[in-house]
């Protein structure tokens, strides 16, 4: 694999973008900031010449080609930092080819001692050389520094005394790489500093033998040597884009002594020779440091000679060095047949079978102490050595009928190493005697379709193959969940889980301090058949392969249910097998099934201990009572690999009664509760499968999250979530909250969407274990390890739209949702690149909040910087600032809740100012009472959109078009809705002259808000002296008398009350102590008539139908004069009257003027 390139010096401060020439010192260029590319993009007046043979590119996470170039950057040492670098791959660009690189100008005209620093890297066996030239007021002077050929591995640095050119004005810095003879031959550099600089040469780096904490500049010469009897152990680590996910340790083999430990950035440090050193490296997330997010890698040398690298792994890699024989998988003592003695009271060996066939390792009759036995057959990589015999292929820990002692009986394929660890309990033994013996081929009936067929068997035997139906067949297995091993292992424990697979698997309900009720699980086979399971290869129908943790499951393992006084199952916990063996045998019986080939023989067990991750119920959650737990394995009773049945499923369970209580910490506890009755369904069935529905039937048909009552969970529930929720008309109820935290959000339709499409990747898959807890609700947790933020990162006054930003460093997102201020929302556009098509991003229109889901179940990939989310396209800004008001959920690609946060200011609008307007309407409003009527919205009349821009009011400061945000119709009492209004901005010199338009909203008791039912009204304009009008389609608008001071604030002008002038004569009419704006201009036209030509009072007559004037008509209507939702043209509360009276009552001819210029 490619070498290293190490830090050895801290990031440097990265400056400000700078004008023409920099006069701020000192000047650091990391090129954060850069585009990467070929050659991407250059900011900061750092240029490429166009002289020369080759481009400078912006670079990050490795070179193309291996054995030259950096793999992280120099600032940040991981692979998502960038530096400059010249490729030179391509006959074209070898050999002599060269790449200028120039700085901005700097003046240096303030400096008194100025200096150049940068770091370079030219690792390869065909490089050329890099020069450091001077430009000079366009003078340039070459060859001022220069380094030539391979440097090695790390980032080094270099420097150039700038004092030659104190004083000067304009001085640019030219960085010439001149590539050598072939591909192998990148030149990088990174973290150039330009400042006043007293250099002090020597060691910078804090671990080296002659390190110097007065060093300012490191010159190459750290030493690395140590004193005698000790040999320096050098970590070399770059880290992917994922550096927080990253610990190692190293460790002295011999006591578990911590020797030193790190996250992701390496050390050096001097060990006692010949220390045994046991390195290991581990990712939190599972997926290490290379290749999946960056090509990270590390090293490991020991007085500089390698002794590992790599960076390909899952959670963890271990390698153990300078170790004697037999310390550990990786250094294993081959051995063969015969009686050995292991030296020490742990030690390893490599057996490889020279014969498929049946193998006996044992400890029996050869010690006195107490010994343990695990046989691996994987690679050393992959095992993971444990305490007990979890994770082995074979083992044995006193179950194998030799007292103290230990003896696996193993089938092993020839040639095949099986790695063989022997151990002690409790330190007992100085040496332990062991033998291997080969017991033969394993003879049997090779026949499938026989009743006697042995799957192991590599060795006909003669007239053993029985017809199926023949007498001497085999009754079947049988197996029985051991009520003594549960009973008398019961035991609370408080765990800390941190593995993120754990709530996955089904081990928690959550993340973090849980409160886990642990026992021992035995599975016994007492009938006359093996139980065959076999392996993921060659019966992939018995395994799950799509797991969290990568590896096969065994799925019908056992299942670990708690049942309240109702009968109703608590999911608690879940056990799959990952490996089901031989873990021991009643007298008489041999065991033979391992992890490569499973099974529990006729007269066997198998063994999951108290102690064993995962062999728990979670009680955290679970309120104090008395419940029921119940072990059951092969519930679905499901025949083996084989088609074999097992010949009584009635005791495949059992149970114990638990008494759950809290103290006032509500830490639980807990009480085995004798007398304990065996539990019976709701239909009375004896550990029967019936459970009561989320509607309360027993056995009911219904499925939690089937909104469309179609008795299925599928994509069109999700997209029914969705719309719900922005119609806000899905309730949480118990077929709906699938989370079951009391609201209904974009977690529970990505819940659904997990369900669904995990249910259609199982169903890829052969299987006959029926188990889908994907789809088993409530479920859900809130995942504490990840955290995504939002900002608003773009606002676009000119297109109308912003955009919002996300960081998700430690998860993929599967949805999300959250809600804006200050605008509505007319549509939404996904900008996640890698989601195109994939992703529905949807709101309402008028609305402020966003939901982004993706149905097919496609997860945005983790980023640890600022990248597009989605585009939000406004139909109005409802206030000053664009906020991002609330994050109601965001979803993980578990489905799971996050940690959100919103991150950054709130973008300001320039250009807006706020009011706080207050009028009554004339029509609607009820004398004495202070309000008016909303017998619009009480008919849900009101349109939803605007109506002013269709009826011919002019629009100015971009008004117009304003959608009522969902909910808004849905208020009752003094915020109820009355009607639209019209809000105008006029010039204070010119009246006349309309600067700013708002449609907005008039509420029962006069306020006037934004489309949102809520808000202030924002108009587009500059902060001023303006006046302020308010306009209706059928009554008479108002204006302001003065211009009046707006801004940013709101700003309140209350038309209601007389003491507010207003422009013209008689512009309101007072009705008590209140001013109303005057009804019954039905022309719209200013002038307010009851007969002649274009009076109001005819309209209203055609709308009822002219002929008939006792007839009315329903809907909104501008002759609709009093609001009512009724035209009415005679009788009482018509629309004609007011008319009448507003023109002065007795002279019907008589007209009145609207007060606006």
Same mark, same amino acid.
């Given at each position: 694999?490619?070498?290293? %390139? ?143 050929? =391979? ?19 304009? /001085? ?8 050598? %003879? ?82 992701? &950035? ?63 998988? *990786? ?84 040639? !095949? ?49 029985? !017809? ?16 003594? =091993?549960?009973?008398?292992?019961? #035991? ?93 045998? &009643? ?13 529990? &023989? ?68 807990? *009480? ?45 529930? %999700? ?93 993929? /997102? ?17 900008? %996640? ?10 709101? *309402? ?44 959920? /965001? ?174 004569? #008689? ?79 007795? /002279? ?10």
């Amino acid at each position: 694999m490619r070498l290293l %390139a190490l830090v050895t010096l801290t990031s440097l401060f990265v400056g400000p973008v700078r004008a023409q020439c920099v006069t701020t010192f000192p000047s650091n260029e990391a090129f954060t900031d850069f585009g990467v590319g070929t050659p991407g993009t250059l900011i900061n007046n750092w240029t490429n010449l166009t002289t020369d043979d080759l481009q400078w590119n912006v670079d990050e996470n490795g070179t193309p080609t291996a054995a030259t170039g950096p793999i992280g950057d120099h600032t940040s040492n991981n692979t998502s930092g960038n530096y400059m670098y010249v490729e030179t791959t391509g006959s074209t660009a070898t050999p002599n080819k060269s790449a200028i690189l120039q700085s901005p100008c700097y003046d240096l005209s303030q400096l008194t001692a100025p200096y150049l620093t940068f770091w370079y890297h030219l690792q390869g066996a065909q490089l050329g050389s890099l020069f450091v030239d001077m430009n000079i007021n366009g003078t340039v002077t070459t060859g001022l520094w220069s380094v030539a050929g =391979a440097q090695g591995a790390y980032w080094k640095q270099g420097w150039l005394n700038l004092a030659p050119w104190v004083g000067q004005t304009n /001085v640019r810095v030219r960085f010439r790489a001149v590539t050598g %003879a072939g591909e192998l031959s990148d030149i990088a550099i990174d973290d150039v500093f330009v400042g006043n600089l007293t250099p002090t040469f020597g060691c910078t780096e804090t671990t080296a033998a002659n390190y110097s904490s007065a060093a300012n500049i490191n010159n190459g010469t750290c030493s690395y040597a140590c004193p005698g009897g000790q040999q320096r152990v050098r970590i070399d680590l770059v880290a992917d884009n994922y550096p927080g996910e990253i610990s190692w340790t190293l460790k002295n083999g011999a006591t578990n002594t911590t020797l030193a430990s790190g996250g992701s &950035t390496g050390t050096t440090l001097c060990v006692p020779t010949n220390t045994c050193l046991v390195f290991r490296i581990n990712d939190s997330y599972g997926d290490g440091i290379c290749c999946g997010y960056g090509n990270g890698a590390y090293a490991v040398y020991v007085d500089g000679a390698l002794v590992v690298e790599g960076g390909s792994y899952t959670s963890f890699q271990e390698t153990s060095f300078n170790c004697p024989p037999g310390y550990s998988c *990786s250094n294993a003592v081959p051995v063969g047949l015969g009686t050995h003695t292991a030296p020490g009271l742990e030690y390893w060996y490599d057996f490889t079978p020279a014969q498929t066939g049946s193998y006996t390792i044992t400890t029996c009759g050869l010690n006195t102490c107490d010994t343990k036995l695990w046989l691996y057959d994987m690679a050393c990589g992959l095992v993971n050595p444990q305490p007990g015999i979890e994770g082995a292929t074979f083992g044995d820990d006193n179950d194998g009928n030799c007292g103290l002692q230990a003896v696996v009986n193993a089938n092993m394929p020839a040639g !095949v190493t099986h790695h063989l660890r022997l151990g002690t309990n409790n330190s007992s033994c100085s040496a332990i005697t062991f033998q291997i013996v080969y017991n033969g081929p394993v003879i049997g009936c090779m026949d499938p379709g026989s009743c006697s067929y042995e799957p192991l068997a590599t060795v006909p035997c003669t007239g053993c193959c029985l !017809v199926p139906g023949d007498p001497n067949c085999p009754d079947g297995p049988d197996l029985t969940m051991n009520q003594a =091993a549960l009973q008398s292992s019961l #035991n609370l424990y408080s765990a800390n889980i941190t593995d993120a697979c754990a709530p996955v698997e089904g081990c928690t309900k959550g993340l973090g301090q849980r409160y886990v009720l642990r026992f021992t699980t035995r599975i016994d086979n007492i009938g006359t058949t093996d139980y065959y399971i076999g392996s993921p290869s060659t019966q992939p129908q018995m395994f799950s392969t799509s797991n969290c943790h990568g590896h096969a499951h065994y799925e019908g393992y056992a299942d670990y249910v708690l049942f309240d006084q109702n009968g109703t199952k608590i999911p608690v916990g879940f056990k799959n097998g990952f490996c089901v063996i031989d873990v021991g045998c &009643t007298p008489g019986h041999t065991g033979q099934f391992g992890c490569s080939n499973m099974g529990i &023989t006729a007269g066997c067990y198998d063994v999951y201990g108290s102690g064993t991750t995962c062999n728990w119920i979670d009680i955290t959650d679970v309120p104090a009572g008395t419940y029921t737990l119940v072990l059951r394995t092969n519930w679905q009773h499901t025949p083996d690999a084989l088609g074999r049945h097992e010949t009584d499923y009635s005791n495949n369970y059992a149970q114990v009664c638990v008494q759950i209580t809290r103290n006032l910490q509500n830490v639980p506890s807990f *009480s085995v509760v004798a007398n304990c009755p065996v539990y019976t369904d709701c239909l009375g069935q004896v550990y029967g499968d019936a459970q009561i529905d989320c509607t309360g039937q027993c056995a009911g048909t219904a499925k939690t999250g089937d909104l469309n009552n179609d008795t299925f969970q599928t994509q069109p529930d %999700a997209q029914q979530y969705v719309l719900g929720i922005h119609g806000n008309d899905v309730s949480p109820a118990a077929c709906t909250d699938l989370n079951n935290d009391g609201a209904i959000t974009v977690t529970d339709a990505a819940l659904m969407v997990n369900c669904y499409s995990t249910q259609d990747a199982h169903d890829q898959d052969p299987h006959m274990i029926h188990y889908h807890p994907w789809c088993d609700f409530p479920r859900g947790w809130l995942s504490t390890i990840d955290t995504v933020d939002l900002k608003v990162g773009a606002l676009d006054l000119v297109n109308g739209y912003v955009d919002i930003h996300i960081k998700n460093p430690n998860c993929r /997102v599967l949805g999300y949702e959250f809600e804006l201020s200050g605008l509505t929302i007319q549509n939404v556009e996904n900008l %996640a690149p890698t989601l195109q098509n994939d992703i529905s991003v949807t709101s *309402s229109l008028g609305g402020m909040k966003v939901i982004g889901l993706s149905y097919l179940d496609t997860t945005l990939a983790k980023n640890t910087s600022w990248v597009p989310l989605v585009r939000v396209h406004y139909l109005a800004l409802t206030g000053s600032q664009v906020c991002i008001s609330h994050i109601t959920d /965001v979803a993980n690609d578990q489905a799971n809740n996050v940690i959100t946060r919103i991150i950054g200011p709130c973008l300001t609008v320039p250009n807006t100012v706020v009011l706080d307007v207050k009028a009554f309407l004339e029509g609607p409003y009820v004398d004495g009472t202070g309000l008016m009527n909303d017998a619009l919205r009480s008919a849900a009349l009101i349109p939803s959109g605007e109506p002013y821009t269709a009826l011919g009011f002019p629009q100015a400061g971009g008004g117009g078009g304003e959608q009522v945000v969902t909910g808004a119709f849905d208020v009752t009492g003094p915020n109820a809705i009355v009607d639209w209004v019209m809000i105008q901005l006029r010039s204070a010199g010119t009246p006349s002259n309309v600067v700013a338009t708002r449609c907005a909203l008039l509420q029962r008791d006069g306020d006037i808000v934004a489309a949102d039912g809520i808000s202030n009204v924002v108009l587009n304009a500059a902060a001023g002296n303006y006046h302020v009008a308010v306009r209706h389609r059928n009554h008479f608008g108002a204006m302001t008398a003065t211009a009046i001071s707006v801004g940013t604030l709101p700003t309140v002008i209350d038309l209601r009350s007389p003491g507010t002038a207003t422009w013209g004569t #008689n512009a309101r009419k007072t009705m008590g102590p209140v001013t109303v704006l005057w009804a019954g201009n039905a022309v719209t036209d200013a002038l307010l008539k009851y007969a002649g030509a274009n009076n109001d009072r005819d309209p209203i007559l055609n709308v009822v139908g002219g002929s008939t004037p006792t007839a009315v008509a329903f809907g909104y209507y501008r002759e609709d004069i009093n609001l009512s939702g009724v035209v009415k043209y005679a009788g009482n509360a018509n629309d004609r009257d007011p008319i009448l009276v507003n023109v002065g009552g007795n /002279v019907p001819t008589s007209t009145r003027t609207e007060q606006l210029p």
